[in-house]
C-alpha cells in the first residue's frame, strides 16, 4: 500500500466531516457501527492504513509500557480535520491489560482494529473487537485489551484527553 500518516489524514477528513456534529456515546457508537463498521470503505480504509503504520513505524511508536503498549499522535486538532486529533494506540497482551488512566473531556470515537483473532478493546458498552467505541464527554476509564494485539486509532474533539485524573478508588491522590 505505501501509504503515510499524511495519507491516512486525509482519509479522515471526509469521515471527520460527517461527524463532527455528533455527540460520543450509545447512540454515535451503534450508528458507527451501523454505517461504518467492518466491510465498509471508512472502516476498511483507515483499519488498513493505521495497520501499514504500526507496521512501518510512524503509527503508535512511541512506547508507554514496553512494546505491548505504544501510542503515537498522527495528527494535532487543526482546522482540515474540524479540530478532531487523531492517535494510534497499540495493545498487545493474550492477558487482559490496563493502560493508563484517563479522562475524555469531549468523548472520543475509537476505531477498533483486531491484529489477532479474538483480539479486543474495552468500550463503554464492553469488549469490541472489529468496529467503534465511543466514549462519552466526561467518561474516564483504563483502556483495556486482552487477547493479542490491537490497535485503536481514535479521534479526540479538540484533541482533549486528560491523564491528570485518577480512579475512583484513588481519588484521595489527587488532593496530595
Given at each position: 500500500m505505501g501509504c503515510?500518516?499524511?495519507?491516512?489524514?486525509?482519509?479522515?477528513?471526509?469521515?471527520?466531516?460527517?461527524?463532527?456534529?455528533?455527540?460520543?456515546?450509545?447512540?454515535?457508537?451503534?450508528?458507527?457501527?451501523?454505517?461504518?463498521?467492518p466491510g465498509t470503505p471508512v472502516y476498511d480504509?483507515?483499519?488498513?492504513?493505521v495497520t501499514e503504520g504500526v507496521r512501518a513505524g510512524w503509527a503508535a511508536n512511541i512506547e508507554v509500557d514496553g512494546r505491548?503498549?505504544?501510542?503515537?499522535?498522527i495528527a494535532e486538532p487543526q482546522e482540515r480535520l474540524d479540530w478532531f486529533s487523531i492517535t494510534a494506540v497499540y495493545m498487545d497482551s493474550v492477558a487482559e491489560f490496563?493502560?493508563?488512566?484517563?479522562?475524555?473531556?469531549?468523548?472520543?470515537?475509537?476505531?477498533?482494529?483486531?491484529?489477532?483473532?479474538?483480539a479486543v478493546l474495552r468500550g463503554p458498552n464492553?469488549?469490541?473487537?472489529?468496529?467503534?467505541?465511543?466514549?462519552?464527554?466526561?467518561?474516564?476509564?483504563?483502556?483495556?485489551s486482552r487477547g493479542g494485539a490491537v490497535i485503536a486509532l481514535f479521534y479526540l474533539p479538540a484533541g482533549r484527553i486528560s491523564y491528570d485524573i485518577f480512579p475512583p478508588a484513588d481519588q484521595d491522590r489527587a488532593a496530595v
Open positions: 503515510t500518516a499524511e495519507d491516512l489524514v486525509e482519509r479522515s477528513i471526509p469521515f471527520v466531516r460527517e461527524i463532527r456534529n455528533r455527540t460520543p456515546g450509545t447512540a454515535l457508537e451503534t450508528w458507527l457501527n451501523e454505517q461504518h463498521g480504509d483507515l483499519a488498513a492504513m505491548r503498549y505504544r501510542r503515537s499522535r490496563r493502560g493508563q488512566y484517563h479522562q475524555h473531556p469531549y468523548g472520543e470515537l475509537n476505531l477498533v482494529v483486531p491484529l489477532h483473532p479474538g464492553g469488549w469490541c473487537g472489529a468496529g467503534w467505541t465511543a466514549p462519552a464527554p466526561g467518561s474516564h476509564h483504563y483502556p483495556e
